[in-house]
């Protein structure tokens, strides 16, 4: 097992209409703050590990609220990064039996979308973790957020540290002039754990 967790990604604000509300009856929402990358992290906190999660929020009282949902669940942030203005967010609406659920994403512009490698000190992070996981929703959010990632795998490789990536990106995720084709790959040849699919694969080769 090991002894400490990193892990790195945006955490959104998802908000819902009540039950199975939909969003034209909708007068009020329900706030939940999440990743799947600080989901990874929350979890193993949970079973006993010690646990980080690196991202960029914004330097407001929504920025500090979803912070404070962190700690709550036992993930130390003393590697959160504050710096603009806007919290990554979704709209969910529930699907109910044959109707499916809509989703609306607004986390184009977001705190975290504008990260830039220069932010973030990767060997200190790292300094006393021994494995650091990524997802492939990270890369797709911006050019900056990819070289982030990029960084750490390569800093992690460099300390002996293990690195697990969960291919779970989506082609329609890309909207900054690159693909995931093209990114991917620079990514997964550095990682000793990789998580995916056959139709995952496929897609990140271009097959």
Same mark, same amino acid.
């Given at each position: 097992?090991?002894?400490?967790?990193?892990?790195?990604?945006?955490?959104?604000?998802?908000?819902?209409?009540?039950?199975?509300?939909?969003?034209?009856?909708?007068?009020?929402?329900?706030?939940?703050?999440?990743?799947?990358?600080?989901?990874?992290?929350?979890?193993?906190?949970?079973?006993?590990?010690?646990?980080?999660?690196?991202?960029?929020?914004? @330097? %407001?009282?929504? =920025? $500090?609220?979803?912070?404070?949902?962190?700690?709550? !669940?036992?993930? *130390?942030?003393?590697?959160?990064?504050?710096? @603009? %203005?806007?919290? =990554? $967010?979704?709209?969910?609406?529930?699907?109910?039996? !044959?109707?499916? *659920?809509?989703?609306?994403?607004?986390?184009?512009?977001?705190?975290?979308?504008?990260?830039?490698?220069?932010?973030?000190?990767?060997?200190?992070?790292?300094?006393?973790?021994?494995?650091?996981?990524?997802?492939?929703?990270?890369?797709?959010?911006?050019?900056?957020?990819?070289?982030?990632?990029?960084?750490?795998?390569?800093?992690?490789?460099?300390?002996?540290?293990?690195?697990?990536?969960?291919?779970?990106?989506?082609?329609?995720?890309?909207?900054?002039?690159?693909?995931?084709?093209?990114?991917?790959?620079?990514?997964?040849?550095?990682?000793?754990?990789?998580?995916?699919?056959?139709?995952?694969?496929?897609?990140?080769?271009?097959?």
């Amino acid at each position: 097992m090991p002894k400490k967790v990193i892990t790195f990604g945006e955490v959104m604000m998802r908000l819902s209409p009540p039950g199975y509300e939909k969003f034209s009856q909708a007068s009020s929402f329900e706030l939940v703050y999440g990743g799947g990358e600080a989901n990874v992290a929350i979890s193993c906190a949970y079973l006993g590990m010690k646990a980080a999660h690196v991202t960029r929020f914004p @330097d %407001n009282a929504l =920025g $500090k609220a979803a912070t404070q949902f962190l700690r709550k !669940h036992w993930l *130390s942030t003393e590697h959160v990064i504050y710096g @603009d %203005n806007m919290m =990554g $967010k979704y709209f969910l609406e529930k699907g109910a039996v !044959h109707r499916p *659920s809509e989703v609306v994403y607004e986390r184009e512009g977001s705190s975290f979308s504008l990260i830039e490698p220069t932010m973030v000190n990767w060997e200190e992070v790292l300094k006393d973790a021994d494995w650091f996981h990524w997802t492939g929703i990270t890369p797709a959010i911006s050019e900056g957020a990819y070289q982030c990632c990029l960084d750490a795998i390569k800093t992690a490789n460099k300390m002996g540290i293990t690195v697990s990536g969960d291919i779970n990106s989506r082609n329609n995720m890309w909207k900054y002039g690159k693909t995931m084709q093209e990114l991917i790959p620079s990514l997964v040849q550095n990682c000793d754990v990789v998580i995916t699919s056959s139709r995952g694969i496929l897609e990140m080769f271009g097959l």
